[in-house]
């Protein structure tokens, strides 16, 4: 059978979960999607009226079919962990089990394993902010949602992930240079997920032969991405720095995952992959 992977963080068609998705899916992967729960009502009506269907089309002409979608919060990994106006917020009132431990189950209930996981999520309540003007509680809520939420994915999934499987995150090079307007802790965010992609790929790969690598992507315009306010700006500035003075594509991003989440890439673990149209070299705007 083709290989079985959970993709978390994909609530629309724009961003680097939706492209990785697909480029697994033309390889011949099945899909599961884990979906943020203020978002998922939306995102399965949209994809129910084939609004998404354009975006679903393979290389080879047919639809990626997402097999199953589960509500998913990972800033949470119990039941017990879960404040009460969460709990009873009627964003989250309507759906159930989307704890990190209770999706783990659910898939495991619906599949029994998986091989691939995917962490396309990120979240930072104040990365408008500079760092010296964040609150303890939005640094602590950036690196609860976009570092340590790849820390309990992997470790409530890694016991039913098959060996010789793989695991991905994304970052971004604002975890090793400063870049100006990615505040909110942020970037110590993404500093601790790929610092965390070298411990854990140790970890999970002496317990159950898996590798852990992550992807730090240049600019796209995504959700998320346009939620931070500079996007534009910083997709000019690549386009004009860059070694290749081109537009990044999201499926360029998919594609050297599909790559790293495959069997080509068996060697590969631990490692930070610059998919950036190579401005990730350059010391010097031109
Ligand atoms: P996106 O909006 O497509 O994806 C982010 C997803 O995270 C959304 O679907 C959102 O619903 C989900 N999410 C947020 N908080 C969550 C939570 N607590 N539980 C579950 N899901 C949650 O945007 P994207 O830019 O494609 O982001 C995907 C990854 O790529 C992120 O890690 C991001 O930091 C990284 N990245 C993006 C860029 C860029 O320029 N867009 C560059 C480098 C790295």
């Known amino acids: 059978r083709g290989k079985r992977a959970f993709i978390a963080g994909i609530a629309d068609d724009n961003g680097y979960g939706w492209a990785i998705a697909k ?20 995102f399965e009506t949209s994809l129910r ?14 639809l990626m079919e997402i097999i199953k979608v589960y509500p998913l919060d990972t800033v949470y990994d119990t039941p017990e962990d879960v404040p009460v106006d969460v709990r009873t917020n009627k964003r989250y009132s309507g759906a159930s089990n989307w704890t990190v431990k209770e999706v783990a189950e659910s898939v495991k209930n619906d599949f029994g394993s998986i091989d691939i996981l995917v ?9 408008t902010k500079p760092l010296l003007e964040t609150s303890r509680k939005g640094y602590l809520a950036a690196i609860s949602a976009s570092s340590y ?44 997920l790929e ?31 346009k939620a931070i306010g500079f996007i534009e700006k910083m997709i000019k500035y690549s386009y004009a720095n860059a070694p290749l003075q081109k537009e990044l594509l999201a499926d360029e991003v998919g594609n050297t995952a599909a790559f790293l ?11 930070v992959v610059y998919v950036d149209n190579g401005l990730n070299a350059m010391g010097l705007a031109t």
């Open 261 to 271: 989440l495959s069997p080509l890439a068996s060697a590969i673990t631990g490692s």
């Open 23 to 42: 480029a697994l899916a033309a390889a011949g992967a099945e899909i599961l999607v884990g979906t943020w729960v203020p978002a998922i009502n939306i």
């Open 119 to 127: 962490h396309s999520l990120a979240n930072g309540p104040e990365v």
């Open 49 to 62: 009226r084939g609004k998404f269907d354009e975006s679903r089309r393979l290389l080879n002409g047919s």
């Open 195 to 225: 610092s965390d992609t070298r411990v854990l790929a140790f970890e999970a790969g002496r317990k159950g032969k898996i590798r852990v690598n992550t992807i730090s992507a240049g600019p796209l315009g995504s959700r998320a991405a």
């Open 149 to 192: 939420s790849f820390v309990s994915l992997l470790k409530h999934f890694l016991p039913i992930m098959n060996p010789g499987g793989a695991s991905i995150s994304l970052t971004y090079i604002a975890s090793e240079r400063t870049i100006p307007g990615y505040g909110g802790g942020m970037s110590s965010a993404k500093a601790a």
